[in-house]
């Protein structure tokens, strides 16, 4: 029986480490004031024949807090680069050089900051909701346990375990947010 409650303490947290994991992929997407190389991660290019993300294609970084290079490794892809930037709907305006492609990051209005602040809320927000989803069961498997003979304290002990398991996840959630949210407002 001890082996069961283990395993379902350990399915729990592995929950909610996915659920983290993915909220922290959602926040890099959002972009803040200054210009990442993973703002362009959703980009899809069109590359011999099939579409590909731009990674693939390319070597991303940034010049400065306000610039993006794409580098890509076939010349002849830099038309087919712009046209998955431009595509991608990022409200970016890539420029071809002739060698690589260079991304000027528009500043942030205030109006957008905000909207970027509330979006970030909302990922949390899912984030916290697929938390409480994987404690509900947990919980719902330690009652299951219960009416297999585990007595009705252990189930008490095991359902706390849970809690602290869920509100550890949910206080990392708030600081990832709160964390982007800093970000986003910082000029």
């Not at 983290?20 to 959703?42: C, F, Q, V, Y």
């Amino acid at each position: 029986m001890e082996e069961e409650i283990e395993f379902l303490l350990d399915t729990a947290k592995e929950g909610n480490d996915k659920s983290i994991s993915h909220l922290i992929s959602e926040l890099e997407k959002i972009r803040a004031g200054k210009a990442t190389p993973s703002m362009l991660d959703s980009v899809q290019v069109e590359a011999y024949g099939a579409m590909s993300p731009i990674s693939q294609v390319a070597n991303v970084n940034t010049l400065d807090a306000k610039t993006i290079s794409v580098q890509p490794w076939d010349k002849g892809m830099l038309d087919a680069i712009c046209t998955g930037i431009i595509n991608s709907n990022l409200g970016l305006n890539p420029q071809n050089n002739g060698e690589m492609i260079i991304i000027s990051v528009p500043v942030l209005t205030e109006e957008r900051r905000h909207d970027l602040v509330k979006k970030a809320k909302a990922e949390g927000e899912h984030a916290k909701v697929s938390i409480r989803n994987n404690r509900k069961e947990a919980n719902d498997q330690a009652k299951k346990m219960k009416s297999d003979g585990l007595s009705e304290d252990r189930v008490k002990d095991i359902e706390l375990e849970i809690q602290e398991l869920t509100d550890g996840a949910v206080k990392k959630v708030d600081e990832y947010v709160a964390k982007k949210e800093k970000d986003i407002l910082t000029i």
